[in-house]
């Protein structure tokens, strides 16, 4: 079974240009995390999804952040525009539901270099 | 305060010695405990999970929970140069999917 897909690995940017990342969760899985991961921290959630409702979105950065879920599949990570302090690796992570404990797998994430 | 703290290290052991990693934590309602590894420029993989307090023993890992302290522990025996990876701790209570995170424990097996 394929595990979450995650693309691009890695990304270079200017600041004030706009990114996108993209997230593809196990199959079945209807719970979707966008986490933010800098170094030598653990993860941050950023927004997580049930199917394709965003039912936390507290921790995301309204003004230059935002994501979608369509046909509660594959979903993306938008910022514009970028600043350098969003320099960090945007893990995405996918569960088969939220309620009590629920494994969460997690994609390799992206790693963003904001210049 | 962070709600869990976790010593960074680097930790820094040979092969074969026992590992002791551990993470505190101050939110009393916290029911599920977790155990993840990360290897260098990958997602972090669940490695342990214990439910409420007690002892879980999976091959070469045993978690702790003690919930009285409010300390976990994780313990690797016969340490291998495989197991060098950062382990992280995480921890939710029983009505919140939100896992609350450490930093994290470098840990280094020198073959």
């Known amino acids: 079974e394929a595990g979450v897909v995650q693309s691009p690995r890695y990304k270079i940017i200017e600041k004030k240009q706009p990114v996108a990342f993209w997230c593809n969760p196990i199959s079945g899985h209807n719970t979707l995390y966008w986490y933010l991961q800098n170094l030598g921290q653990g993860p941050e959630l950023l927004i997580r999804y049930e199917n394709e409702e965003a039912v936390d979105d507290s921790q995301l950065p309204k003004d230059r952040f935002s994501a979608e879920r369509l046909k509660g599949v594959d979903s993306t990570l938008k910022i514009q525009p970028a600043e350098l302090g969003d320099s960090a690796v945007y893990l995405c992570?996918?569960?088969?539901?939220?309620?009590?404990?629920?494994?969460?797998?997690f994609g390799p994430g992206t790693r963003l270099t904001v210049l | 305060q962070k709600e869990v703290e976790q010593d960074p290290g680097p930790l820094s052991v040979p092969e074969g010695a026992i590992v002791s990693l551990n993470c505190t934590y101050s939110?009393?309602?916290?029911?599920?405990f977790m155990w993840y590894r990360q290897y260098s420029r990958k997602g972090p993989e669940l490695l342990m999970y214990t439910y409420s307090s007690g002892n879980k023993e999976d091959g070469r890992f045993t978690a702790q929970v003690d919930k009285s302290s409010k300390y976990i522990s994780l313990f690797i025996r016969d340490s291998q140069p495989s197991d060098s990876a950062t382990y992280l701790c995480?921890?939710?209570?029983?009505?919140?999917?939100?896992?609350?995170w450490g930093a994290g424990t470098k840990l280094i097996i020198k073959p």
């Open positions: 939110n009393s309602a916290f029911q599920y």
């Open positions: 992570a996918s569960s088969l539901n939220s309620g009590g404990f629920n494994e969460q797998f």
């Open positions: 995480a921890m939710s209570d029983s009505s919140n999917y939100q896992l609350i």
